[in-house]
């Protein structure tokens, strides 16, 4: 085995394991650390000069360093799961079961009782919990809204479904750093046949229209006009109305503007009545825009 080669897919780490599988010594190990040509930076687990050192190298350091048996977790595996990175968390947090204790530098520990198949995935080669495990390990320290962007977000990328989550909800129980109430809370913002939308400013929006009883409209409706097919955020095609929710970062380009113009410029010339909603609007704000708009759009026959 080349342990070099190892490390180029480890984030330029070896393993103490991996060194004496390539027939290191521990004296040869001990003169390439003096030398400099690698460096201790967990137990058992050295990085080789030169690597730029980053958060993932970090986190595989420290599942290296535990074992097998655990798992990034937490705020730690959102990342790993092609969710935003959140740099006020300074910690890098891992699972493992209940008879495993672990006290390093920088790491905080959580154990659980119950790791059920499917709690653990590879990402990159780490353990990491799952989408669904994730969800739920966060119900405690995360506020309500906060879960609930964190779901939508699992939602949108098709890598957590609302049945799984409701399955496992209902049979989870509170616990340390758990809350079954924020849990369902979530679920019940999320009705089934619940869309997240493309942006959380649309998953917003459909929570907002579900909690006031409001009409329900179609979402990601396409509209023809002339040669021309346009699709539009929210729709009640009866009511000729239309939503489009414009939050921060929509609007990158010029020719964005420009297209956007153009489209509700052609959808008004063919009757089509626009409600423009913000980020910055208020939950009740939205509501009351939403509803008044339905309420001078009469269904058409």
Known sequence: MDRFRWAERHDGLITTDIAKAAG???????RERASGRTRLVRRGVAVVS?????????VRAVLLSCGDDVSASHWTAVPLLGGRFDESVEHIHILADLPHRIDLDGVVAHRSGLIEAGDVILRDGMRCTSPLRTVIDLSGPMSVRALGELVDDFLRRRVLSLEALRERVDRTR??????????RKVLAQRVPGYDPGESALEARIVRIIHGNGLP??????RVRYGKNRYRVDFAWPDRKLYLEGNGFGAHNLSTDLDGDARRQNELVLDGWRPIEITWRMTDAEIADQISRFIAVSPKRL
Do not use: D
Request: net charge positive; aromatic share 4%; charged share 10%.
């Open 24 to 30: 290191q010594t521990k004296r040869q190990l001990a």
């Open 50 to 58: 030169g690597t730029p050192p980053t958060w993932r190298q970090a």
């Open 174 to 183: 509170p616990a340390p750093g758990r809350s079954v109430a924020t849990l």
């Open 216 to 221: 329900l409209p179609a979402q990601q409706h």
